[in-house]
């Protein structure tokens, strides 16, 4: 059920957007027990006047090639979690495709499950019709 947003700046192969996917796809099945084909991802790539952030930020060092997740999922999972999963996400991405553990920044917004509709015009999740 996670909707997964990734944004960076425009330059890189196809190959290192799939492996991006690939590797916050993984940690979401080690962390968060998604189950397999549940893969919805959007890749954003921007140019350098459309990609701010601020370099230094909490005194971690972050460069051109930061990555921004931002992972939508049921607010169903505790902090150890949601640790876990940042956790597996930054090694994922570190040894493929290569990204600096400063460059990659991770936000979770958590929703209530009844906010999801997967197709159909149905509310898969939600609670039965009365």
Not at 75 to 101: E, F, M, S
């Amino acid at each position: 059920m996670p909707l997964t947003r990734i944004s960076l700046r425009a330059g890189t192969t196809e190959s290192y957007r799939a492996a991006l996917v690939a590797g916050v796809y993984d940690a979401m099945r080690e962390t968060f027990a998604v189950p397999e084909g549940d893969l919805f991802a959007l890749v954003h790539q921007h140019d350098a006047s459309d990609f701010v952030y601020g370099p230094d930020y909490l005194g971690i060092r972050r460069s051109d090639r930061l990555v921004i997740v931002q992972i939508t999922a049921n607010a169903t999972r505790g902090t150890a979690q949601k640790r876990a999963l940042y956790a597996a996400v930054t090694r994922n991405l570190a040894c493929d495709p290569g990204v600096a553990p400063g460059d990659v920044f991770i936000n979770l917004v958590e929703v209530n499950p009844e906010n999801w509709s997967f197709g159909e015009g149905l509310m898969q999740y939600g609670p039965p019709e009365p």
